[in-house]
């Protein structure tokens, strides 16, 4: 079993919903032998989604779930307790992309890096992800390390040192991780979480999902062989899919 569970239709506003620009990402998810995919809006397009089309064209050979990124901000809560509220979801992923009001990874924006304290900057960036784990209020966390997409890396202690507190906040929370293949196509080369990470992750029993995090019909499914094998090279075996925000584990499939 294939599952992409992070796919943007709307992406970041350029595109619509329509039944032929939605039949482009399906039609790319068959043949990448996708057989669950989640589709899920930035939070800012969530009153983009068109329900009763993605409903009008689900088929028994591949499961369609609908679901929101939310970007999670300190303060933020009440706000997005009532967004989950009025919305039925099969999924939310919550992600960060501001530290203190600054797009990170924005590359408007990724010049800061240049002259900043990197570890103080990793610091920062994963006090948040520990923070949005804590608010129990997602299923998944996306791109675990996304603040590494420039590719600045700490000195003083490795990421995966950075990282841990997180990875046993997400276990106590019950939440899925997604190995993540953006990374693979953007600056820094490599998938979301890194390897040693994911390893990590492993070893505490934590579940995984996979996501493209797609904004282009292409980019479905995107790098998922070699994600594939690396999961199973570490250990992993079955891969979580998610309707009405509950955890079903499907087989990791190569």
């Known amino acids: 079993m294939a599952v992409d569970y992070h796919v943007h239709v709307v992406a970041h506003g350029e595109y619509q919903y329509s039944e032929e620009w939605l039949s482009l990402y399906l039609k790319r998810a068959r043949q990448r032998g996708i057989q669950a995919i989640g589709l899920v809006e930035h939070d800012e397009y969530r009153d983009e989604m068109n329900r009763e089309l993605i409903e009008k064209m689900k088929s028994p050979d591949l499961y369609v779930a609908c679901g929101l990124e939310i970007d999670y901000i300190p303060g933020r809560e009440a706000t997005i307790k009532e967004m ?61 390390d996304l603040v590494k997409l420039w590719g ?45 990470i994911i390893e990590e992750m492993f070893r505490l029993g934590l579940p995984v999902t996979m996501g493209s995090d797609a904004h282009h019909p292409d980019q479905v499914a995107e790098d998922f062989a070699d994600i594939s094998h690396t999961l199973r090279n570490i250990g992993y075996r079955k891969v979580a899919a998610l309707q009405e925000r509950k955890t079903c584990l499907l087989p990791l499939t190569l």
Not at 87 to 110: E, K, M, N, Q, R
Not at 163 to 186: D, F, Q, T, W, Y
Request: overall charge negative; proline content about 7%; aromatic content about 12%.
């Open 152 to 196: 600045h890396r700490p000195v003083i202690k490795s990421t995966l040192q950075y990282a841990l507190p997180v990875l046993h906040s997400i276990k106590a929370a019950g939440m899925i991780i997604e190995i993540n293949s953006a990374g693979i196509r953007k600056p820094v080369r490599e998938m979301y979480p890194a390897l040693d």
């Open 84 to 144: 989950l509220a009025h919305y039925p979801l099969d999924f939310v992923i919550g992600s960060v992309h501001y530290i203190d009001g600054w797009p990170f990874d924005h590359p408007d924006h990724c010049q800061r890096f240049a002259a900043a304290d990197i570890d103080q900057i990793y610091d920062d960036y994963f006090g948040l992800m520990d923070k949005m784990v804590r608010s129990r209020l997602f299923d998944i966390v996306g791109h675990l």
